[in-house]
């Protein structure tokens, strides 16, 4: 069975500064990490996809197979990045999609 | 194309009712998948249908079942409500046979059971 954790249920930093967002996992076979964003009276959509290997709206993430984990991080957070993230997991090895969140953190940024 | 939808948008039941929840699909997605998200919990998947048919199913109890339409829409359907099913409900679509297979979210819809 597959678990993905995120250990802050909420984060707060300033405007400018640097965010990191932690997910760990734990798969035996080869997941495919996502991360999910949420942003308030909207819904879940799609932030970024380890396989891509691109930055959306700044934000990047590599997958760690060593110490199984897909950070989200962002060098500079803006007050539009408030939002509630879910790293989510698929394992590739079953047919199907169906995908294991974690859950969730709530990311604050102030001015 | 307004995405996926789903209705209703909100919903009381009392316990022992029976509820049908709907979705829509994005269009040109032929799968649904269902997943249930209880208060400060992230999504849990219910079960997932493609060609008519439940494909997966997550560890959730035969109260749980769901239909596909031709159409790709799908019904969720939770008989003898139990407190603990109040949650939000989302439904995802995605194109099976995509190289990239994304899940595009619903609104989802709220339900209370008193």
């Known amino acids: 069975a597959q678990r993905v954790t995120q250990p802050e249920k909420l984060l707060s930093v300033f405007k400018g500064a640097p965010v990191e967002l932690k997910c760990n996992y734990s798969?035996?076979?080869?997941?495919?990490l996502f991360w999910y964003v949420q942003y308030s009276r909207q819904r879940l959509q799609l932030l970024l996809r380890h396989i891509s290997r691109e930055s959306i709206k700044g934000f990047t993430a590599d997958l760690n197979k060593g110490e199984t984990s897909f950070h989200l991080k962002k060098p500079f957070a803006q007050e539009e990045d408030s939002a509630m993230y879910y790293c989510?997991?698929?394992?590739?090895?079953?047919?199907?999609?169906?995908?294991?969140f974690g859950e969730g953190t709530q990311l604050t940024v102030n001015p | 194309d307004a995405g996926v939808t789903q209705s209703p948008t909100h919903l009381i039941k009392t316990r022992g009712q029976q509820v049908t929840l709907r979705c829509s699909p994005k269009?040109?997605?032929?799968?649904v998948s269902w997943y249930q998200q209880a208060l400060g919990q992230g999504p849990q998947f219910i079960f997932q249908y493609y060609e008519e048919e439940e494909r997966q199913r997550g560890n959730f109890p035969d109260r749980f079942s769901g239909h596909q339409f031709p159409n790709y829409s799908s019904e969720l359907n939770v008989n003898a409500l139990l407190l603990g099913d109040s949650a939000l409900y989302l439904c995802?679509?995605?194109?099976?046979?995509?190289?990239?297979?994304?899940?595009?979210f619903g609104p989802g819809t709220r339900l209370l059971v008193l």
């Open positions: 269009s040109g997605h032929d799968t």
């Open positions: 798969y035996s076979g080869s997941p495919e």
């Open positions: 995802a679509s995605s194109f099976r046979l995509a190289v990239q297979e994304t899940q595009y």
């Open positions: 989510a997991l698929l394992p590739k090895e079953t047919s199907g999609s169906r995908l294991t």
